[in-house]
């Protein structure tokens, strides 16, 4: 695209609201573009795309242009990442910032400028992995995600979707883990397709995904997702039961909540029953204490793991809110475990990429409930078909599976004695 002044006052305009972080950058995007109709869709494309470039490298952007003002953020992401020109910027870009983006030396920068995160959460992440995987974790988070997809293989085949996109102009491959799961080449507008509308496929990363083949829900059971959000796992599930047994999803937002009623007509599931939760001693919740097959607890977290999609996130969470956010997930593993009847399975899962948020809230789960026992991951993925192994307990990188970040440990109910 050719730039001009307007558009590149745009970008700037956008950039200043995302900066002041005040909520989900996608949602204060959509806002500016909903007041500013004159703007053609590759015009919003690329305020998209250059906004959402300085969200991502923002720490090297201010170190390259020595500046943290949005205009300045704003020509070094165009140079940088974007990759214009000094001819196609240099009408509109201050000839003295041109000279300091060329000659920017990035070996000069501390590795928590490199990695494009906040101080604290880089220290974090090299105490955690050490510093070298931590860098590639890190670099990993800084590309933008793939477009996936879940087949509902309630009602096709992988192979008839990938049949039906290729008619269709559209570049599709089989992911590599999950059974169900389609990558999408490009980001065409997926919810205009047949496909979509008729509730054949929904737009799921790959490991969210492996999510709902750990927990291994069968045909006649009773499960729960509780933590159900919009409902992208319960979905899942119920593709996994083929409509029978009953899936509970439980949330304490009934808005969201409200999102899965339309979603379940599309893909037409009919054993989705929703439960708005009023907190962790739900009612609702305690008439099921013990009677349910399996559990997944898909806990509110940082959401430091979709970084691609979401790289505000860095800047808005900080380490007090991380703290939060592990008392609660404590509470909410424990609420939860109450549902799981002896032999059932109980899911915790983040997508966090901290481990003050995923290994240390299991180990101290495990450690205090002695009516459980862990479960490997590895071998309940194998018994699926899936043949990903992380150890005991999954661990996704984007680096290293081409998925957000996630983590889950699994556990098994013991029978009374």
Not at 121 to 144: F, K, S, T, V, Y
Request: glycine content about 8%.
């Amino acid at each position: 695209m050719r730039l001009s002044a307007s558009l590149i006052r745009h970008a700037e305009a956008a950039l200043r609201e995302l900066s002041r972080f005040a909520g989900p950058a996608d949602q204060v995007l959509s806002r500016y573009f909903r007041s500013h109709r004159e703007l053609g869709q590759g015009e919003r494309a690329f305020v998209a795309e250059a906004s959402f470039a300085v969200l991502r490298r923002r720490r090297s952007l201010e170190a390259a242009a020595a500046s943290a003002d949005p205009q300045a953020l704003l020509a070094a992401a165009l140079a940088r990442v974007l990759g214009f020109s000094g001819r196609a910027l240099g009408e509109l870009v201050e000839p003295q910032l041109l000279e300091r983006l060329r000659s920017a030396r990035a070996d000069a920068w501390s590795d928590a400028v490199r990695a494009d995160l906040p101080d604290w959460l880089w220290q974090r992440l090299a105490h955690d992995r050490g510093p070298a995987e931590a860098m590639r974790l890190a670099q990993g988070l800084l590309n933008p995600a793939p477009l996936d997809l879940r087949v509902n293989l309630a009602r096709a085949s992988r192979e008839e979707v990938l049949a039906r996109l290729a008619r269709d102009g559209i570049v599709a491959s089989a992911t590599p883990y999950s059974p169900a799961g389609v990558r999408l080449a490009e980001k065409p507008a997926i919810n205009h397709h047949a496909l979509f509308r008729d509730g054949l496929i929904e737009v799921q990363d790959e490991g969210s995904q492996l999510l709902a083949f750990l927990l291994g829900p069968r045909r006649g059971e009773m499960v729960a997702d509780y933590c159900a959000g919009a409902g992208g796992k319960t979905l899942a599930l119920a593709m996994l039961m083929r409509g029978s047994g009953r899936v509970y999803a439980m949330d304490v937002s009934p808005k969201r909540l409200a999102a899965l009623g339309p979603r379940a007509a599309r893909a037409q599931v009919s054993n989705i029953h929703s439960i708005g939760l009023a907190g962790d001693n739900d009612p609702r919740a305690k008439r099921l204490a013990g009677k349910l097959e399996r559990v997944l607890v898909d806990a509110p977290c940082s959401g430091f793991g979709t970084l691609r999609r979401n790289p505000d996130l860095k800047w808005r969470h900080g380490p007090a809110a991380v703290a939060e956010l592990v008392q609660k997930q404590r509470r909410i593993l424990e609420a939860a475990a109450r549902l799981v009847k002896p032999g059932g399975r109980l899911v915790y899962a983040t997508c966090s990429i901290l481990r003050e948020e995923n290994e240390a809230v299991a180990d101290d789960f495990q450690a205090a409930q002695a009516g459980f026992k862990p479960v490997s991951c590895a071998h309940l993925l194998g018994a699926q078909r899936i043949a990903l192994d992380t150890g005991e307990r999954l661990g996704l990188a984007p680096h290293l599976h081409g998925t957000d970040g996630f983590f889950a440990a699994a556990f098994e109910r013991l029978a009374a004695s």
